[in-house]
């Protein structure tokens, strides 16, 4: 986008650009959020049952030495069933998820399998980080301001104008992203690959000319 603008008794235009910057890295964390949902007609068995399962798993993470272990959610909620159009009480669901990070990203299929033979049957949740992303969003952006600078400087050299490399402004449209990768169950072992996370940044730099 190219505009005029008049700065005192000075003309000049100027030029808005996009940057991008990625870097794509390992991930160095793993999150899990599993636990116990059950359903029952009487909610004191269903309570009782259910944290009977939640300590079991709990148990089972502590012998594989995780210890990064909390509540993520624990609700109770009136359970209906539809028969023939028609809503069914039947009691009551109990669900207890805990949230699990680990810095071992290799085991994460070994603790979801320890969990679910301890008693778990929700698998919510599967995020692969990294520590210290907050660093890698700043690299990234620097990466997309140079990428921005980049082609004004190009521009320039197309178009035969001079032009200041320094950008009067810059505006950051991104955010820090949370990648994401989601769960599903195979029968046997539960192969898990982290694979990579890519940070990316986007922002939007003028330019006078």
Do not use: C
Request: net charge negative; hydrophobic share 40%.
């Amino acid at each position: 986008m190219f505009e005029s603008i008049m700065s005192g008794q000075v003309l000049f235009r100027t030029m808005t650009l996009s940057g991008q910057g990625r870097i794509t890295l390992v991930p160095d964390v793993a999150v899990i959020r599993l636990g116990v949902q059950l359903t029952g007609a009487d909610l004191e068995e269903v309570q009782s049952q259910n944290a009977i399962q939640s300590q079991a798993v709990l148990n089972a993470l502590h012998r594989m030495g995780i210890t990064d272990i909390r509540t993520f959610q624990y609700a109770i909620d009136k359970y209906y069933e539809n028969v023939n159009g028609t809503s069914v009480d039947r009691g009551y669901t109990v669900r207890n998820i805990m949230e699990i990070r680990t810095d071992d990203t290799g085991q994460v299929g070994a603790v979801i399998d320890a969990a679910v033979n301890a008693g778990s049957n929700v698998v919510d949740l599967i995020s692969f980080e990294v520590a210290n992303s907050e660093r890698y969003y700043q690299q990234s952006l620097n990466l997309a301001v140079a990428d921005a600078i980049e082609k004004a400087k190009s521009i320039s050299t197309e178009l035969g104008i001079p032009i200041d490399p320094t950008p009067i402004s810059i505006t950051e449209n991104s955010s820090m992203p949370r990648p994401i990768q989601p769960f599903q169950r195979e029968l046997a072992a539960t192969p898990i690959v982290p694979g990579t996370v890519t940070v990316e940044a986007d922002i939007s730099a003028e330019f006078a000319y």
